[in-house]
C-alpha cells in the first residue's frame, strides 16, 4: 500500500513534442505529489507539487494532473526540450507527525531529441 | 537561502571497513532531515529521518545508523560495510514547522563504492 507505480520506465520525445509520465498509487491516506529531476550524478531537485485537493496545476512548461478518484498523477512537459532530458521520479508523501515521509516511484528516464 | 552539503561527494571503501558520510544545511534552523539510497537505475529508499537533536526514526534493519549530533548536521555511519551497501546516498531536509513543510530538498548525493 505504501507503493507508487511509475510508468513507462523511459521515455523518447522529440524536440517540442508533448512528454507524459504517469504514476498510480493505492494508499489514500498520501496528501502530497511532487515530481523531482534528476540529472546524471546529481542529487534530485523539486520540480513541481500537488494536494489531493487540487486537479491540476501549471508552472511554465510542466502541469501536473491529478485524478484523486482513479489515485493517478501524471506530468506532462509541453514544448519538450533538450536540456529536459533526465529521470523523473513522482513521489507520495505519507503524513506522519512533521516528517515528510516520501514514497519515490521507480522513475522515467526521458530523452528528448532533436 | 538554504543549502546543504554532503561530503565526501565519492567513496571507495573496501569491504568491512567502517562508514561515516555527513550532511549539514545552511540557512534554516529545525529542519527535518532525511538519508536516502538510490541503487544503480533505481528510485529512492528513505533510510532513516530526524525531526530533531538525536531523534533517528530507522525505516529499513540494516547495518547502517544514523545520528544527529547538531541541529542543522545528520551522519550516517557504519561499523562494517557490506558489498551490498554500495550505492548514491542523499541527504535532505525539509522545514521543521509551518507551510509549507512538505517540501523536501535533497543535496548533491555521495557516490559510495564498496569493493
Known amino acids: 500500500q505504501q507503493q507508487v507505480k511509475q510508468s513507462p520506465q523511459s521515455l523518447i520525445v522529440q524536440k517540442g513534442g508533448i512528454s507524459i509520465i504517469n504514476c498510480a498509487y493505492e494508499?489514500?491516506?498520501?496528501?502530497?505529489f511532487p515530481w523531482y529531476q534528476q540529472f546524471p550524478g546529481k542529487g534530485p531537485a523539486l520540480l513541481i507539487a500537488?494536494?489531493?485537493?487540487?486537479s491540476e496545476k501549471k508552472e511554465g512548461r510542466f502541469t501536473i494532473s491529478f485524478n484523486k478518484s482513479a489515485k493517478q498523477f501524471s506530468l506532462h512537459i509541453m514544448d519538450s526540450q533538450p536540456g529536459d532530458s533526465a529521470t523523473y521520479f513522482c513521489?507520495?508523501?505519507?503524513?506522519?507527525?512533521?516528517?515528510?515521509?516520501?514514497?519515490f516511484g521507480t522513475g522515467t528516464r526521458l530523452q528528448v531529441t532533436l | 537561502s538554504q543549502t546543504i552539503h554532503q561530503w565526501p561527494a565519492t567513496l571507495v571503501q573496501p569491504v568491512g571497513s567502517p562508514l561515516s558520510l555527513e550532511c549539514t544545511v545552511e540557512?534554516?534552523?529545525?529542519?527535518?532531515l532525511y538519508w536516502y539510497r538510490q541503487a544503480a537505475g533505481r528510485g529512492l529508499q528513505l533510510l532513516f529521518y530526524?525531526?530533531?537533536?538525536?531523534?533517528i526514526s530507522s525505516e529499513v534493519p540494516q547495518n547502517l545508523s544514523a545520528s544527529r549530533p547538531q541541529d542543522r548536521q545528520f551522519i550516517l555511519s557504519s561499523k562494517k560495510l557490506l558489498l551490498s551497501d554500495s550505492g548514491f546516498y542523499l541527504c535532505?531536509?525539509?522545514?521543521?514547522?509551518?507551510?509549507?513543510?512538505?517540501?523536501?530538498?535533497f543535496g548533491p548525493g555521495t557516490r559510495l563504492t564498496v569493493t
Open positions: 535532505a531536509w525539509s522545514p521543521g514547522q509551518g507551510w509549507p513543510s512538505y517540501e523536501q530538498y
Open positions: 494508499n489514500t491516506a498520501f496528501d502530497y
Open positions: 500537488i494536494r489531493p485537493d487540487v
Open positions: 513521489a507520495a508523501r505519507f503524513p506522519y507527525g512533521t516528517a515528510s515521509k516520501l514514497t
Open positions: 540557512g534554516t534552523s529545525n529542519p527535518n
Open positions: 530526524s525531526v530533531g537533536i538525536g531523534q
